[in-house]
Nanobody
Framework: QLQASGGGLVQAGGSLRLSCLAS????????IGWFRQAPGKEREGVSC????????YYQDSMKGRFTISSDNANNTVYLQMNSLKPEDTAVYYC???????????WGQGTLVTVSS
């Protein structure tokens, strides 16, 4: 299971940190990714981290603003989002066990709203 949290309402330029708590599988063997889906748009990949070696991947538009990290001791992946823009408004989901699919586990989603 994956449990996403940390969303909320923030003004443009602000920051939020999302959390994805994993349970029920061997965290160290898996990758966990973040995705988002804005109203009326398709789901898109945001970032991903391999819990085994710490490799990270970002969508180009997020590079420099978002940082993904993993706390293996607490089975949690974080997504630190800075310099948020209104276009970052979306429901954010975490997924496992790979960065590129298929995805066996999905979190329930957490809503991020960025006001202008």
């Amino acid at each position: 299971q994956l449990q996403a949290s940390g969303g909320g309402l923030v003004q443009a330029g602000g920051s939020l940190r999302l959390s994805c708590l994993a349970s029920g599988f061997t965290f160290d063997d898996y990758a966990i990714g973040w995705f988002r889906q804005a109203p009326g748009k398709e789901r898109e990949g945001v970032s991903c981290i391999s819990s085994s070696d710490g490799s990270t991947y970002y969508q180009d538009s997020m590079k420099g603003r978002f940082t993904i990290s993993s706390d293996n001791a607490n089975n949690t992946v974080y997504l630190q989002m800075n310099s948020l823009k209104p276009e970052d408004t979306a429901v954010y989901y975490c997924a496992a066990p790979t960065c590129w699919g298929p995805y066996d586990y999905w979190g329930q989603g957490t809503l991020v709203t960025v006001s202008s």
